[in-house]
């Protein structure tokens, strides 16, 4: 089974930048497409950002193109994702989940693609 483990939330203001790392063990990292989701209270888990086994391919929300990042470390068995100009909001939980795929370049982007999640890091921006 694999395991995730998030990290880097806490409290930023609005325009600042924040990184958020996921650290994966328990299976071999290769294997598994990666994504980041968020959360915020009353409403549903959605998409922030994935990526593909390869790391050649990735996905972003739209409210997110162009000012956030995925990546992925083999050498450190991690995946990161940052973002900059970060907008006021309601505190969100970001959560990183995994996936196996058989192709090392499809990245999923729906919940219901990854059976396997962290426990989520909180985040919150205040203007």
């Known amino acids: 089974q694999v395991q995730l483990v998030e990290s880097g939330g806490g409290s930023v203001q609005a325009g600042g930048s924040l990184g958020l790392s996921c650290a994966v063990s328990?299976?071999?990292?290769?294997?598994?497409?990666m994504g980041w989701f968020r959360q915020t209270p009353g409403k549903e888990r959605e998409l922030a950002a994935v990526?593909?086994?390869?790391?050649?391919?990735?996905h972003y929300t739209d409210s997110l193109e162009g000012r956030c990042t995925i990546s992925r470390d083999s050498t450190k068995n991690t995946v990161s994702l940052q973002i900059n100009s970060l907008k006021p909001d309601a505190p969100a939980v970001y959560y990183c989940?995994?996936?196996?795929?058989?192709?090392?370049?499809?990245?999923?982007?729906?919940?219901?693609?990854?059976?396997?999640w962290g426990q989520g890091t909180q985040v919150t921006v205040s203007s």
């Open positions: 989940p995994a996936t196996a795929t058989i192709s090392r370049w499809y990245a999923p982007t729906t919940l219901a693609d990854f059976p396997s």
């Open positions: 328990g299976r071999t990292f290769s294997d598994y497409a």
């Open positions: 990526i593909s086994r390869s790391g050649r391919n990735t």
